[in-house]
């Protein structure tokens, strides 16, 4: 079973930046995809970001398309999410999730989660 740790989360203002780290337990071997998801107090869990690890393939929900950057670290085993100009509706817990067979990962219980890191964005 894999297991991620996540950090990197904070407090900022608005037009700040920040980066997110997951960090793999085992080797990427085994893991198809990963991605970030977010979940707002009140609103859905939704996909932020994503990546196949064996291709160049990205996905970005609409809202952080130009301002988020998802990359890939083999060697380390970990993938990061470079979010710059947070804006207040970034707000959110974020959650790192692996995913064996889809892309971009369905986020769902056969995949695995990490423990979430909280970021603030006042304005």
């Known amino acids: 079973q894999v297991r991620l740790v996540e950090s990197g989360g904070g407090s900022v203002q608005s037009g700040g930046s920040l980066r997110l780290s997951c960090a793999a337990s085992?080797?990427?071997?085994?893991?198809?995809?990963m991605g970030w998801f977010r979940q707002a107090p009140g609103k859905a869990r939704e996909l932020v970001a994503a990546?196949?690890?064996?291709?160049?393939?990205?996905h970005y929900t609409n809202s952080v398309k130009g301002r988020f950057t998802i990359s890939g670290d083999n060697a380390k085993n970990t993938v990061y999410l470079q979010m710059n100009n947070l804006q207040p509706e970034d707000t959110a817990v974020y959650y790192c999730?692996?995913?064996?067979?889809?892309?971009?990962?369905?986020?769902?219980?056969?995949?695995?989660w990490g423990q979430g890191t909280q970021v603030i964005v006042s304005s």
């Open positions: 999730n692996a995913d064996g067979s889809r892309y971009p990962p369905a986020g769902d219980g056969f995949g695995f």
């Open positions: 085992e080797s990427t071997i085994s893991i198809y995809s």
């Open positions: 990546l196949r690890w064996s291709g160049r393939e990205r």
